[in-house]
């Protein structure tokens, strides 16, 4: 059961988690020599793409020869020994010992290589580690958590449920249809692959389908893996360059307006039906910033929001759209479900902001900084 945070500071990361921190952090001050840059590097997109494909096509070889070790164990004791006889209990000892070995060397060494890259990325993008109090996902957590595939943790801050308009019980079936799938897929293509080579000359290689099968599925998942960390570091930089922008702003923003700011953030949370880490960064630096105390309840509410907008004046309303816009792109696409319920909230408004957030996430996937600040100036 995951952990739920009701305020800046409940959340406790899991034992992976910290030991995952602890590997960046070794990172860090076993780099003490190196170049530290002041923002992002000017060529971040190609570097990062080196970085992704090289740890991918490491990531392959792990899966490859660490499978391979296992089948090899196997291969050396006899194909069928009787069942209970001392060669069938010595062959499956052996067997055993190395599917535990090999498992377990296959994933220490693929969370190495994934915290590895993710400490290169992240030098590259010229963010630091350093701890921020005010968060529950500062950038150690959030780089550990990406790199050791741990899902964020469920909070609800500030009064924001993420999945205030999700029906619970289609999300567990999606979750349950999906991981069925991954499973299946794996194994499916195990046996046709098996079936494909023993008919012909190649059957004698059949047991060994497992490694290049293994070997795909490691490269490709850190691969993607890696390029889902570069859309939170790219959109992290633009997360704390608005925040920044909002803050420099405030006393020109009325009560309304702040309280509109932060349930645009708290609505974008609502439609990703996620608790993104740079949202949570926004709305906590914000809600801070502003010294707000009210509202907490109605963040996440579309009507409040809707009913929030319709007050503001023309350049706050125009800058609190735009950071709606900015907010939803953080993950790099626009759902179905997002655009459903901006359709609802704002009208005739819609298909222009619709189209904002298209822009935006797509620079934010190919890696284009500069258009992506460009698209977040909330201010004139």
């Known amino acids: ?39 992002p590097s000017p060529d971040f997109f190609p570097k990062s ?8 096509f490491l990531g392959l070889q792990i899966g490859f020869w660490t499978t391979y070790f296992i089948i090899l164990v196997e291969k050396l004791f006899p194909e069928s020994p009787e069942t209970f006889s001392p060669e069938f209990i010595e062959k499956w000892s052996y067997a055993g010992a190395a599917l535990a070995i090999g498992t ?38 959030l780089l ?38 991954v499973l299946l897929s794996n194994l499916i293509a195990k046996i046709v692959l098996r079936k494909i080579l023993a008919r012909n000359s190649l059957r004698v290689y059949a047991d060994y389908i497992a490694a290049p099968i293994t070997a795909i599925w490691d490269g490709v998942v850190m691969y993607l893996i890696l390029k889902e960390l570069r859309i939170r570091l790219l959109s992290r930089i ?38 993104h880490p ?27 929001f ?21 907010a939803c792109s953080f993950d790099g696409k626009l759902s179905a479900f997002e655009t459903k319920h901006i359709k609802r909230i704002l009208g005739e408004e819609a298909k222009e902001n619709l189209d904002s957030i298209r822009i935006l996430s797509e620079y934010i996937r190919k890696g284009n900084l500069e258009a992506c600040r460009e698209r977040s100036r909330l201010f004139s």
């Open 1 to 39: 059961m995951t952990e739920r945070a009701e305020s800046y500071s409940d959340y406790k990361p899991g034992v992976l988690e910290k030991w995952g921190i602890k590997i960046l952090r070794n990172y860090v001050n076993g780099d003490k020599e190196g170049e530290k840059l002041l923002g």
């Open 49 to 56: 793409t080196r970085i992704i494909r090289w740890a991918s």
């Open 104 to 141: 377990i060397l296959e994933f220490y060494l693929l969370y190495k290589l994934g915290l590895w890259a993710a400490y290169k990325l992240t030098k590259l993008s010229g963010i630091e580690l350093e701890e921020d109090p005010d968060l529950v996902t500062g950038n150690a957590n």
């Open 144 to 181: 550990s958590r990406m790199a050791l595939e741990i899902p964020d943790p469920d909070l609800k801050l500030l009064g924001i449920d993420p999945l205030r308009l999700t029906d619970k019980r289609s999300l567990l079936i999606r979750t349950f249809f999906y991981k069925t799938k």
């Open 238 to 275: 633009i997360a704390k360059e608005v925040t920044d922008e909002i803050l420099k702003n405030k006393d020109k923003l009325s009560k309304e307006g702040k309280i509109a700011f932060l349930a645009a953030v708290g609505n974008s949370v609502v439609f990703t039906q996620i608790f």
């Open 278 to 304: 740079n949202l949570e960064y926004m709305l906590i630096k914000m809600h801070k910033g502003f010294g707000s105390n009210s509202q907490n309840g109605s963040l996440d509410d579309l009507d409040t």
């Open 306 to 326: 809707g009913s929030l907008v319709s007050q503001l004046s023309k350049e706050e309303k125009k800058a609190c759209l735009r950071l709606l816009c900015v």
